[in-house]
């Protein structure tokens, strides 16, 4: 492939890839990633039953995703769903993962098998606690997920029991890069180990916490697949998270442009909680990580 | 270690449960016993080891034994009929099909990132600023909320029930964060390495292969377990985009089970095991490259 034109001249430029090497990634990812977005916020003002070809209605299904009740209560269900998953799997993953940090052999051989649920896909991890929470098979002979709060815990469990060895190896590779001699430094003015756990550890952490609470939080909205197997959204719509009322409303109903319209709110939500992570963490920290890996 | 031979005074206790011994010199905070820590560790451990002994145990169980009896107590007979059956309802064919996946899907990821993570560190084109920012918000887009979309493009361009309809969207919804793990390495390559290359006369595609795709390798050993893993667990498009026997899947195909064994859950346990078989197989070869891999993404 022929060099590109140079516009600098000597050394600085000398044996520089043409960016035309970027285009292919750039157009693929554009046409199944970018333009679908898009396609997604037009297919919302249009009627659609996935065979025939879209038709203008306007406002109608934003109209009616104002006034669905479900979606109210869907968007809570999210949110709540985000949030307490947060919390089980930052605080869980956190500490296991500091432990995991110091190097001794035991540690090792448990940060191993620790990462094991890791290794299943949520499909085969939602069917296996599909068997095991069964009322007349499971460890727990009670129908915890035909209630309403029992299957939300259930949901928030098995996604933390899925996700946190992912996040704990994230912390562990966090605190192993903690200057050990900021301990020292502490040690010495007589900080204690739950003092230099709040003074140090959690500070130094704070990165890794932005860019592991990120990655919680475009996750949470991918427990598609465990609501689908262990509750299909139910007992009634009480664990119906958007996701799901989206792929009710497409695939279930056959009325894709109410779920597109569903889609796109999905994208709403997901950088509203991006930018309220922005004003509390600050993007610049979650940027400079990225641009660290 | 020096530090391990600076004089440490003792350390001023104020946790009252806090009653040991000064600590010995030789001592480090990482390797001081933590009861509390430790205990949370174990109960962790039962946490994470319980439902994978219990689905195991009931998968060796018969059925009408498996439905008397907990799954937390050994099976008194075991068998392996329940293998048997799953064995037998396909399941090599959905193995066969999620490993032509995970193949394809790596291939194109790696075939379309390196070149592009290349260009976004070695030139200072603004497109390729530009490229590489699209790159970064492309992390924060949901597969749930295309799917629709998709569905029609991947209709209107005849592919609905086939491969190819799983393989092309994993492999987009994969590249943004491959993207960034290899930006994230190939700038640990020095400006000098190249600038000696360019003296001696190289080719840009000579100093991809022979100097940056060598440097590289953590990166990119990163990025094949990622996409192979995004491929491996990948529901969402399989499900919505083939509905056939032949183009089925491996996670397709454990969520059919449901519907195919009923209230066969030993059955269902099992195939559950054997999808886990490839990969932790494949965990207990390469275990180093793959957590090495996966910590890189939060350090720093």
Do not use: C
Not at chain 1, 265 to 275: D, H, I, K, Q
Not at chain 2, 147 to 165: E, F, G, N, Q, T
Request: charge should be positive.
């Amino acid at each position: 492939m022929p060099q590109g034109p140079r516009k600098r001249s000597g050394a600085a430029t000398a044996g520089r890839p043409h960016a035309v090497w970027a285009l292919p990634g750039v157009l693929f990812f554009a046409f199944f990633a970018v333009v679908p977005m898009g396609l997604a916020f037009y297919l919302s003002f249009t009627s659609w039953d996935g065979l025939g070809d879209p038709t203008p209605v306007g406002l109608d299904n934003w109209r009616k995703l104002i006034d669905d009740d479900r979606m109210i209560q869907s968007l809570w269900l999210t949110v709540l769903l985000t949030a307490a998953s947060w919390v089980f799997q930052t605080v869980i993953a956190l500490l296991l993962g500091v432990w995991a940090a110091g190097r001794q052999r035991n540690r090792a051989v448990l940060s191993a098998i620790f990462f094991v649920p890791f290794l299943l896909s949520s499909t085969a991890i939602a069917l296996l606690f599909y068997a095991l929470l069964d009322p007349n098979f499971g460890i727990i002979r009670e129908n915890i997920l035909g209630s309403s709060g029992g299957a939300f815990l259930a949901i928030v469990f098995v996604g933390g029991w899925q996700f946190i060895p992912f996040h704990t190896l994230i912390y562990q590779g966090g605190a192993r890069q903690i200057p050990e001699v900021l301990y020292q430094a502490a040690a010495i003015d007589g900080a204690g180990r739950y003092r230099q756990f709040f003074s140090i550890t959690l500070p130094q952490l704070r990165h890794t916490i932005t860019t592991s609470t990120v990655l919680m939080v475009v996750g949470s909205l991918t427990y598609f697949e465990t609501v689908l197997i262990l509750t299909k959204g139910g007992p009634g719509t009480d664990t119906a998270i958007l996701p799901y009322l989206m792929y009710e409303a497409g695939f279930k109903s056959y009325d894709f442009g109410y779920a597109s319209a569903i889609a796109s709110f999905l994208v709403l939500v997901a950088t509203g909680l991006s930018l309220i992570l922005v004003r509390l963490t600050g993007f610049g920290g979650m940027r400079s990580t990225r641009e660290g890996m | 270690m020096s530090h391990d031979t600076l004089p440490r005074p003792r350390p001023v206790r104020t946790e009252k449960h806090d009653t040991r011994a000064p600590t010995p010199r030789r001592r480090h905070w990482t390797k001081r016993a933590n009861p509390v820590a430790g205990l949370g560790a174990v109960v962790w451990l039962a946490i994470v080891i319980v439902p994978i002994y219990a689905m195991l145990s009931a998968s060796l169980t018969s059925q009408d034994k498996a439905l008397t009896g907990n799954p937390l107590t050994p099976p008194t007979s075991p068998t392996l009929d329940n293998y048997n059956t799953v064995l037998n309802s396909g399941f090599g064919h959905l193995l066969a099909n999620t490993a032509i996946v995970a193949v394809a899907v790596v291939a194109i990821v790696l075939g379309l990132s390196v070149p592009l993570a290349y260009v976004a560190v070695r030139t200072r084109d603004r497109w390729s600023g530009l490229a590489f920012r699209l790159f970064l918000l492309g992390v924060a887009i949901p597969a749930q909320a295309v799917v629709v979309p998709l569905y029609l493009l991947i209709a209107k361009l005849d592919l609905y029930d086939s491969l190819l309809a799983v393989i092309l969207p994993t492999a987009a919804f994969a590249m943004p964060v491959s993207v960034l793990v290899l930006v994230g390495t190939l700038r640990d390559v020095s400006e000098e390495l190249y600038e000696a290359m360019a003296l001696d006369g190289a080719s840009p595609q000579r100093m991809l292969f022979q100097l940056a795709v060598p440097m590289a390798k953590g990166g990119i050993s990163t990025v094949v377990i990622y996409a192979a893993l995004q491929a491996w667990n990948g529901f969402l498009f399989p499900l919505i985009f083939t509905q056939s026997d032949e183009p089925r899947v491996l996670t397709l195909g454990l969520f059919n089970y449901v519907s195919q064994f009923g209230v066969n859950i030993p059955a269902l346990l099992a195939s559950v095991v054997l999808s886990g078989v490839p990969i932790f197989a494949v965990y207990l070869v390469a275990r180093r490259a793959l957590v090495g891999g996966l910590m890189g993404v939060g350090g720093k």
